[in-house]
């Protein structure tokens, strides 16, 4: 699976972004999918996931209210929908990937080390 992330950019603070994560070489239907930012000198952390079958998310709680991540399987394509973006939502933000099993399929990890693709990476910066 590769997996290319896009949509961020330079907006003021309150503003909206919506990032995008596209793949190609498989469909998503099998893989949870999750968003993680690396703010510049921070650990990357983990800010949203979604499961591969309902579509169960998770937030990490300095996003919950604002933003939303959700999957279009029939374009292949992951988004995070970012609202009342904050000068601390400033980073580079990664999606990646991990097979799910029919076992686990109600579940994302909501740690790094479980991800089997990942994107390149995309900037958002928060500033006036």
């Known amino acids: 699976v590769q997996l290319q992330a896009s949509g961020g950019g330079l907006v003021q603070p309150g503003s909206s972004l919506r990032l995008s994560c596209a793949a190609s070489?498989?469909?998503?239907?099998?893989?949870?999918i999750g968003w993680f930012r690396q703010a510049p000198g921070k650990e990357r952390e983990g800010v949203s996931c979604i499961t591969r079958a309902e579509g169960i998310t998770q937030y990490v709680d300095s996003v919950k209210g604002r933003f939303t991540i959700s999957r279009d399987n029939a374009k292949n394509t992951v988004y995070l929908q970012m609202s009342s973006l904050k000068p601390e939502d400033t980073a580079v933000y990664y999606c990646a990937a991990v097979k799910r099993s029919f076992h686990n399929r109600d579940s994302c990890p909501k740690n790094a080390t479980p991800y089997d693709y990942w994107g390149q990476g995309t900037l958002v910066t928060v500033s006036s």
């Open positions: 070489g498989s469909t998503l239907d099998d893989y949870a």
